[in-house]
């Protein structure tokens, strides 16, 4: 099992740059595709990046593709989201979770999820 908790949120400028922090508990992390969500109230949860257990591959969602960028320290048991060049479009909660069987672009890919991290931007 992993638990997973996210920091690293807050308020920036659009424009500005933020760095999400998701630190994983639990000796099989490096075994598990890791992936970054959000989601705004009354929406779906969308898909933001997904990164390969080895670190090799990623993939991203096309609202933040060149924007963000997803990677992962397997000694630490942490996975990190840069964020750079924030939109107004982009405040949500961020939330990680952590794959057994293969990253995906949906919710039901993922088997753990951390409680999530506010990001608000302001124009």
């Known amino acids: 099992q992993v638990q997973l908790v996210e920091s690293g949120g807050g308020l920036v400028q659009a424009g500005g740059s933020l760095r999400l922090s998701c630190a994983a508990s639990g000796r099989t992390f490096s075994s598990y595709d890791m992936g970054w969500f959000r989601q705004t109230p009354g929406k779906e949860r969308e898909f933001v990046a997904a990164l390969s257990w080895t670190g090799d591959s990623t993939y991203y969602g096309d609202s933040v593709k060149g924007r963000f960028t997803i990677s992962r320290d397997n000694a630490k048991n942490t996975v990190s989201l840069q964020m750079n060049s924030l939109h107004p479009e982009d405040p949500a909660v961020y939330y990680c979770?952590?794959?057994?069987?293969?990253?995906?672009?949906?919710?039901?890919?993922?088997?753990?999820w951390g409680q999530g991290t506010q990001v608000t931007v302001s124009s």
């Open positions: 979770a952590a794959a057994a069987a293969g990253w995906g672009v949906t919710k039901h890919d993922y088997n753990y």
